[in-house]
């Protein structure tokens, strides 16, 4: 295992820059162990970092549906922009990945975070995916139509659906699709988003609980 850069310090040394994106990894204590390159980290399922951000629209949240070739989880809504913590980045630094993705930039002291949540999938047959998810909460009451900039690549569309039926999506009971509304850049569709078009996740129904505190304007409560 490579150890070169450190958690939070500098990056990965020129030596080992050929070998791809590299991640810091760590234990399942969060104790850091060393660098090593993105696809290793996935193959080897070792525990890595990343970042959640969840946008909070008027009453509803914005969704990110996930360009359709994705290697895992391809035409699904997930979190608003999410990505890894490359080696030797700080959880603060992954506010980029907002502008990466959708192309707006948010300052790191107006969002709000929920804590870490620890996550163990297997995106792929060929994968098992072990994260120490950082989630924030931003606010941005823009229309919808308004988020002219995001990255068509990686973003096949933006979702918004109420906070209410996004709760009773990621409850866990299977109660029919929700109405929504999505914007591919072009125009905006009514459509409904059905449970399992969502990416799972683990903390769900407490995001579901701080996005509602955070729409009233109270701090909300740690995942």
Known sequence: ???????????GSAAVADLGELLDVYDERGRWLGVEPRD?????GLWHRCFHLWVLSGDGVLLQRRALDKEAFGGMLDATAAGHLTAGEAVGDGV???EE????AFEL???????????VDHPTPATTNREFQHVFLARDDRPLEAWTDFDRVEVAALAWIGLEHFAALVAGADL????????DGRRVAVTQIARAELVAAGYGPA????LARFARGEPPAAI
């Open 1 to 11: 295992m490579s150890t070169a850069g450190a958690g939070g310090g500098s990056a």
């Open 40 to 44: 290793v980290v996935h193959r080897e």
């Open 96 to 98: 980029r990945e907002a």
């Open 101 to 104: 993705e959708l192309g707006v």
């Open 109 to 119: 002291a107006a969002l709000a975070s929920l804590g870490v949540h620890p996550l």
């Open 176 to 183: 029919g699709p929700r109405p929504a509304r999505e914007w």
């Open 207 to 210: 995001l579901s609980v701080a």
